[in-house]
């Protein structure tokens, strides 16, 4: 049980390329995640979807897309990256039936991008 | 406009002294309140949280206490030890839609001295 893994952990980019960050969870969550975190910011969410086939903007959602592919998987897409995008990328799941603990999100262990 | 708010950037105490983290917040239709903790090159873990409808909830060392009147809530850590060394976060659920959504307060850098 492996909770929620992000892929890669690592990328540099050069301004005005595209990359794709994968995001995988095994805890049969429907509701899934995508937040950017900045030095004195917090996080702050991006895009998220409720479940799977649909998909909702958060706070910051321009010059990202997301594709919720299937329960398990929810990728983020830079189509044309900007060194505003420079930041850690966090990728979360949530389960809503049950209140137990407020609702919590598990986050994967980001991704850390550079946009040069 | 922040609706969650962490106006302590960092916190340092001894080891064994209780630690105090404080966040204020403005929306009213938050029911759900929660704290996560960050470690270097790691995703926030979950720590505790509180209903809106409760005042305190414990978990350990792990309390918090929710005034909502005057809109904060405070997670106390008692003893503290070095390996609670780390960025807390505070964070409040809401309904959204078909989905909940959480909204972050900038965090505090706690420190433990040995």
């Known amino acids: 049980n492996a909770g929620v893994t992000q892929t890669p952990k690592f990328q540099v980019l050069k301004t005005g390329q595209s990359m794709t960050l994968q995001c995988a969870q095994d805890?049969?969550?429907?509701?899934m995640y995508w937040y950017r975190q900045d030095p004195g910011m917090g996080l702050r969410l991006i895009y998220y979807?409720?479940?799977?086939?649909?998909?909702d903007k958060g706070e910051v959602p321009n010059g990202y897309n997301v594709s919720r592919l299937n329960k398990r998987e929810f990728s983020l897409r830079l189509e044309s990256a900007a060194p505003s995008q420079t930041s850690v990328y966090f990728c979360?799941?949530?389960?809503?039936?049950?209140?137990?603990?407020?609702?919590?999100?598990?986050f994967g262990p980001g991704t850390r991008l550079t946009v040069t | 406009d922040q609706q969650v708010k962490q106006n302590s950037p960092s916190l340092s105490v001894q080891e064994g002294r209780i630690s105090i983290l404080n966040c204020d917040y403005t929306?009213?239709?938050?029911?759900?309140f929660l704290w996560y903790k960050k470690y270097p090159a790691e995703g926030p873990t979950f720590l505790i949280s509180?209903?809106?409808?409760?005042d305190k909830n414990e978990d350990g060392r792990f309390t918090v206490f929710l005034n909502k009147s005057a809109k904060h809530l405070s997670l106390h850590i008692v003893p503290s030890q070095p390996g609670d060394s780390a960025v807390y976060f505070c964070?409040?659920?809401?309904?959204?839609?078909?989905?909940?959504?959480?909204?972050f307060g900038s965090g505090t850098q706690l420190t433990v001295l040995p």
């Open positions: 509180i209903s809106s409808i409760k």
């Open positions: 805890m049969n969550h429907n509701s």
């Open positions: 929306n009213s239709m938050f029911d759900y």
């Open positions: 979807s409720a479940s799977e086939g649909t998909t």
């Open positions: 964070a409040a659920s809401y309904p959204s839609g078909s989905a909940r959504q959480l909204t």
């Open positions: 979360a799941s949530s389960t809503f039936t049950l209140p137990r603990h407020g609702y919590e999100q598990y």
